[in-house]
């Protein structure tokens, strides 16, 4: 079947993988750097966590304060507002 019919109107389009299929070494290099990325972050964030949370239940004020500031700076600032300081600030 060459064409489709949809409605009176014909799709007459093949998908081409080709371009896939030659570039697939490469795409399989950005899974195992988006894998390897994905683990690091989770290694490190798993202590900074767990640092504010302790330092949010704890009896001494200012560390309290500083890290319900941090908490509050990253969850009422929009995400790309954080990725523009991060890229163009740092």
């Given at each position: ?33 988006t894998i390897a990325l994905t683990v690091t972050v989770m290694v490190l964030s798993l202590p900074l966590g767990l640092g504010v949370a302790f330092a949010r ?34």
């Open positions: 079947m060459d064409a489709l019919n949809f409605g009176g109107l014909l799709a007459a389009y093949e998908f081409d993988f080709s371009a896939i299929w030659e570039q697939f070494p490469e795409l399989l290099k950005g899974l195992w750097v239940r704890s009896r001494f004020g200012p560390l309290r304060w500083v890290a319900y500031a941090y908490t509050e700076l990253f969850r009422t600032t929009p995400l790309l507002v954080q990725i523009f300081f991060t890229f163009f600030a740092l």
